[in-house]
């Protein structure tokens, strides 16, 4: 279990998460729901560490973890793919995609065995710059950056967003394999409750920095939807 108890996440003096409590299984996809600016994106930084301060417990199968610095979290196993994917556009695919191997237990800088099988455009095309590709397969890049750090955790900031039709449905694929068949823990931040509803086991609404349902995903009705998403 990724554990989160009484949480609350602050930027400067601003306090966006209140005391956020949330079991994330092991194994599972966990999709983090609400309406823009709720608090989910804080929530993926708080258990990076990226926010300015935290208070309350993460634990991570049984190791406390929420005062660890950011790489101490990567080596535990949590891996990032942020909103808007942070590409070094100047760097080749092959670079971008090094740069996760940093938080790899044994050190080792290589292209992930599963690239070649996920993403076969990059495992092609590796000395193109990052900067050249459409936002579809930044996605992917970001995705297989977070993958060479050998996580047993993904954190996906709205994967989808802003990628053209014809690839939203790879993407979708390779998030629900990544669990499926790889094993990996996916938290996945989403808009998009078809698609949420299709690839998570579990679900988190939030509204104004605080989770106010959570449970299995289907126990999702169209009601809690509409009431909390709709704007
Ligand atoms: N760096 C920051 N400094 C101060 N406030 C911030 C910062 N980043 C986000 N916020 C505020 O925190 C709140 C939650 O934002 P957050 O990005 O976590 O929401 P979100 O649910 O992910 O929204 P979206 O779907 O738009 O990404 C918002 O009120 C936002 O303005």
Same mark, same amino acid.
């Given at each position: 279990?990724?554990?989160l108890?009484n949480?609350?996440s602050?930027?400067d003096?601003?306090h966006i998460l209140?005391?956020?409590c949330l079991?994330?299984p ?13 608090g989910?994106t804080?929530?993926?930084?708080t ?8 208070e ?5 199968e049984?190791?406390?973890i929420g005062? @660890?610095p950011?790489?101490?979290? *990567?080596? %535990?196993?949590?891996a ?5 994917r $942070?590409?070094? #556009?100047?760097?080749?695919?092959? @670079?971008?995609?090094?740069?996760? *191997?940093? %938080?790899r237990?044994?050190?080792k800088?290589?292209?992930? $065995?599963l690239? #070649? ?6 495992m ?13 397969q930044?996605?992917?890049?970001a995705i ?5 750090a050998q996580?047993?955790?993904i954190l996906l900031d709205?994967p ?16 629900i ?5 790889v094993?990996?823990?996916v ?6 409750v ?8 579990y ?12 449970g ?5 009705s ?10």
């Amino acid at each position: 279990m990724l554990k989160l108890t009484n949480v609350n996440s602050f930027y400067d003096r601003s306090h966006i998460l209140h005391a956020v409590c949330l079991d994330i299984p092991i194994g599972k996809v966990t999709a983090v729901l609400g309406r823009n600016g709720t608090g989910k994106t804080t929530l993926l930084k708080t258990l990076m560490g990226l926010t300015d301060r935290m208070e309350g417990q993460i634990n991570l199968e049984g190791t406390e973890i929420g005062k @660890e610095p950011t790489f101490r979290r *990567a080596r %535990a196993g949590i891996a990032y793919v942020p909103q808007g994917r $942070e590409i070094i #556009p100047d760097f080749s695919i092959r @670079e971008n995609i090094l740069m996760g *191997a940093f %938080a790899r237990p044994d050190g080792k800088r290589e292209i992930p $065995e599963l690239v #070649p099988e996920l993403f076969p455009y990059l495992m092609d095309n590796l000395e193109r710059a990052g900067g050249v590709l459409s936002g579809g397969q930044q996605q992917q890049l970001a995705i297989a950056r977070a993958l060479a750090a050998q996580p047993k955790i993904i954190l996906l900031d709205e994967p989808n967003e802003g990628i053209q039709p014809s690839i939203v449905e790879e993407i979708e694929a390779v998030i629900i394999r990544l669990n499926r068949e790889v094993g990996l823990t996916v938290v996945l931040v989403e808009q998009n409750v078809a698609f949420a509803r299709q690839a998570a086991h579990y679900f988190a609404m939030m509204e104004k920095g605080r989770i106010v349902v959570s449970g299995a995903i289907d126990e999702l009705s169209d009601d809690m939807v509409h009431r909390h998403m709709a704007v």
